[in-house]
């Protein structure tokens, strides 16, 4: 035992073969048999191959748990890079080679950074999906959906994937500010006509939807399908309110206006009502003031017309008598012959028999009205033509003086002016023949159209065209015959020159006005008195003034049957150039 004490010292340095030697020596001192030596090296042996063994089996497990980790490495490798959408990236070892710790640790920061990547990536999928998912929620008018947070596809973080979500994105808040816009469009329409309505505006529009009151942000604002269809009706059915209340306050400004005009209401009166009438003839778009298609202001207008309506029955023979007077004035400017006495008689008798109502009189009054002034429309253009023949007429009675007047070329005061006139009056008077020609042809359709005689002033006026061309045929007959007479004194006055060698002083023709003599019925021209057959029972039968009284100033015939003085034919005088005429 000293012997082994002393050697302890020196076991850490000992070999195997060292301590072999050791244990040869103890067992020789000892006295160990071979048998014995040789079990006990058997036993060192075989627990020396048992320890050695254990060893490499655990080697063997540390390699394949290091390669099943490296081949776990590379597939979660390959898992996040197709997740991601890369075909590759920077950081990957391209060799292979090396030991399975090398291969480890060289992959190990690469699979850090795509989890991170992974991570971002989820993230902003997370974020445009519940983008996504609240639009949809919005527009489909279900705001539950919010509430739930969207399930992201791990298996595809592609940034194609990616760029497609942001798209919808894109294209759902584009067609969430379209249909913003549609909203805030169709709430300014609502106010709009809800204030030209004189309506509650806030009811109106949260009865729609309650985001749509003004206390609520834009963003707020609902922008559902139902919301807009909603809306669409309010604004339709507002609309079709106010083109409603339109044509009835229309209505009403019409007949206002009209017992106005009947009863001669006086002009404050009338503004009264201003913001009726002002709308009269407005369109529905026009009408934007607010307050002006209240109910209110249209009951107030019914209630007026309603008034008005019963004064105007207590007014009735003054507005009867005043659509006569119209009535009268409409024939007088057509010339067309009326008995005025026996049309108020006979309306007087309506009136105080009480047969009829006085809506129904004033409507026959009214219809008798348009059908004089369809009347006088279609005899328009024949009394056109009539006015032009008079004016005619009168010009060339105004010639027929002017010739006869011996002194007419003296540089007398209005002379150059008597020339013009009757320069004009000569161009004037070759175109009658041609005017009465489509004057009698216009009015022989016009009868035929009609089925009744053309009178003017109750004188037929063919008849007077008739007259007229005879009495123009037998005034050039005269006119003929003066001629002769002269010619017939000119040539015996030469026979008394070649009897008595010498001539005579001249005289003045006879033909002139002097030696004429007046005449027959005063006619500038010397028509006969046949015309007066044809208008003596008219003398009265002229144009109508406004209060019913004749106008005698107004001619029925052609003027050249009334003499013209010289003097007063010259004062009122205009022409052109001064230029002699003949004789």
Avoid at 54 to 62: D, I, L, N, P, T
Avoid at 101 to 108: F, G, N, T, V
Avoid at 414 to 435: D, F, Q, S, T, Y
Wanted: aromatic share 4%; charged share 30%; proline share 4%.
């Amino acid at each position: 035992m000293a012997v082994t004490e002393s050697q302890n010292p020196l076991l850490g340095e000992n070999t195997c073969g060292s301590l072999l030697k050791k244990l040869q020596e103890i067992w020789d001192e000892v006295g160990e048999s071979d048998e014995q030596r040789d079990k006990m090296l058997l036993q060192l042996e075989q627990e020396c191959l048992d320890v050695y063994k254990r060893k490499v089996e655990q080697a063997a497990k540390s390699r394949a748990q290091l390669l099943q980790a490296l081949s776990d490495a590379k597939l979660e490798l390959s898992s996040l890079l197709s997740a991601l959408g890369e075909k590759g990236f920077a950081g990957i070892p391209e060799n292979t080679s090396g030991t399975i710790k090398e291969q480890l640790a060289a992959i190990a920061p690469v699979l850090e950074q795509l989890w991170q990547q992974k991570e971002e990536r989820i993230k902003e999928f997370s974020d445009v999906q519940s983008q996504i998912q609240q639009i949809c929620g919005e527009i489909a008018g279900n705001l539950n959906l919010n509430d739930v947070s969207p399930s992201v596809d791990e298996s595809d973080l592609s940034l194609k994937k990616l760029d497609e979500y942001q798209s919808e994105l894109q294209e759902l808040q584009k067609e969430k500010s379209e249909r913003l816009h549609k909203v805030l469009e169709f709430v300014s329409t609502v106010h709009d006509l809800c204030a030209v309505l004189g309506m509650d505006f806030f009811s109106t529009v949260t009865e729609v939807h309650p985001s749509l009151n003004d206390s609520t942000g834009v963003q707020s604002k609902s922008i559902s399908n139902d919301t807009l269809a909603r809306l669409a009706k309010t604004v339709l059915t507002l609309k079709e309110d106010k083109k409603q209340r339109l044509h009835k306050l229309q209505e009403l400004a019409s007949q206002l206006i009209d017992l106005w005009n009947l009863m001669d209401t006086h002009p404050e009166e009338r503004r009264l009502f201003d913001h009726v009438t002002c709308n009269m003839s407005a369109s529905v778009d026009e009408v934007t003031v607010p307050g002006a298609l209240t109910l209110d202001l249209i009951e107030q207008a019914e209630v007026e017309v309603e008034r008005l309506d019963q004064l105007k029955a207590s007014r009735m023979k003054e507005i009867a008598f005043k659509k006569q007077a119209e009535l009268e004035e409409i024939f007088a400017h057509a010339h067309i012959e009326i008995d005025p006495d026996v049309a108020r008689e006979k309306i007087m008798a309506l009136i105080d028999s009480g047969n009829i109502e006085p809506a129904e009189l004033l409507a026959d009054m009214d219809n008798q009205i348009a059908k004089a002034k369809e009347e006088a429309l279609s005899r328009k253009d024949i009394l056109d033509k009539v006015e032009k023949w008079m004016s005619a007429c009168e010009e060339e009675s105004w010639l027929e003086d002017y010739n006869r007047d011996e002194n007419r070329y003296n540089a007398s005061r209005g002379a150059h002016l008597n020339l013009k006139r009757a320069e004009k009056a000569r161009i004037l008077v070759n175109k009658i023949p041609a005017l009465v020609d489509t004057l009698v042809a216009k009015t022989r359709a016009w009868e035929e159209d009609h089925g009744m005689s053309f009178t003017y002033d109750g004188v037929p006026l063919l008849a007077m065209l008739d007259e007229y061309a005879m009495l123009r045929h037998e005034r050039e007959e005269e006119k003929r015959r003066m001629r002769d007479q002269k010619k017939h004194h000119e040539q015996r006055n030469t026979e008394q020159e070649a009897i008595f060698g010498s001539r005579p002083s001249p005289a003045r023709p006879v033909s002139s006005s002097k030696a004429g003599g007046p005449r027959t019925n005063g006619g500038a021209n010397g028509t006969p008195n046949r015309r007066l057959s044809l208008n003596a029972h008219q003398n009265g039968s002229r144009s109508t003034s406004k209060d019913g009284k004749r106008d005698n100033t107004r001619p029925v015939a052609p003027v050249n049957y009334v003499a013209i003085s010289k003097e007063d034919a010259a004062s009122h005088v205009s022409g052109t150039e001064p230029i002699p005429a003949s004789p």
